[in-house]
């Protein structure tokens, strides 16, 4: 158990539809990585959250947005689905959100399938 | 081209073999991470290296920045090892010192 949580653990939805994936850290980590894992394009980065500031923006949509909350939580919110945005969404988490010196410890996934 | 380029792409091999897996980048680095997905999807990450060579249990990681190469060895492998194994790497510079950017992943089934 990595101590990152995500809920929900699946989602069906149809297209046109938009849906909340929440993520937990691990105490006392301060920085929140949100990941996409498709079938045909492997693990992407999608956006970098740390102490409640957008720090770094990958390939993620317009469609997609993302914030952190004070808590540390944080919730990646995906709108007008298409069925091409079934995947399993990653959140991980590390203390201060350098991937040069932190490790990164990942949640379980949400597996989103739009239909 | 990818930036990370993972090889083999499914790799078997039977219980007590020594086994490889490579990763070749094309872009200077801060560091390189391994990533281990078993089947049911979670992810853990086993190695982060920025030189030389690491070492836990039966894994060992190795990295040449020169020759932008790393590889993963597991020494006297065990059916529990079979997952699949990630590259990913940290950018140096173009404002992606923030991201990491992946391998497409080396599935390694190893028979009892």
Same mark, same amino acid.
């Given at each position: 158990?990595?101590?990152?949580?995500?809920?929900?653990?699946?989602?069906?939805?149809?297209?046109? !539809?938009?849906?909340?994936?929440?993520?937990?850290?691990?105490?006392?980590?301060?920085?929140?990585?949100?990941?996409?894992?498709?079938?045909? !394009?492997?693990? !992407? /980065?999608?956006? !970098?959250?740390?102490?409640?500031?957008?720090?770094?923006?990958?390939?993620?949509?317009?469609? /997609? =947005?993302?914030?952190? /909350?004070?808590?540390?939580? =944080?919730?990646?919110?995906? =709108?007008?689905?298409?069925?091409?945005?079934?995947?399993?969404? /990653?959140?991980?988490? =590390?203390?201060?959100?350098?991937?040069?010196?932190?490790?990164?410890?990942?949640?379980?996934g949400t597996r989103l399938t739009v239909l | 081209k990818n930036e990370v380029e993972q090889s083999p792409q499914n790799l078997t091999a039977q219980e007590g073999e020594f086994i490889t897996i490579n990763c070749s980048y094309s872009v200077g680095i801060s560091a390189l991470h391994w990533l281990q997905q078993h089947p049911g999807g979670g992810i853990v990450s086993l190695f982060m290296l920025s030189s030389g060579k690491k070492k836990h249990g039966r894994l060992i990681a190795t990295i040449n920045i020169q020759e932008k190469h790393s590889s993963l060895h597991i020494t006297a492998s065990h059916p529990r090892d079979s997952a699949v194994y990630i590259c990913a790497v940290n950018p140096l510079s173009g404002g992606s010192n923030y991201k990491l950017t992946f391998g497409k992943g080396t599935l390694l089934t190893v028979n009892p």
């Open positions: 158990d990595s101590g990152v949580t995500q809920t929900p653990k699946h989602l069906i939805t149809a297209t046109g !539809q938009r849906v909340t994936l929440r993520c937990s850290p691990r105490s006392g980590d301060l920085s929140v990585y949100w990941y996409q894992q498709s079938l045909d !394009q492997g693990l !992407q /980065f999608l956006i !970098q959250y740390y102490n409640g500031e957008e720090r770094a923006k990958g390939n993620i949509l317009e469609r /997609f =947005s993302a914030q952190q /909350f004070p808590d540390l939580h =944080s919730e990646l919110n995906l =709108s007008s689905l298409e069925l091409g945005d079934s995947a399993l969404y /990653f959140c991980a988490s =590390s203390v201060v959100g350098a991937p040069s010196t932190d490790t990164q410890y990942f949640g379980p | -």
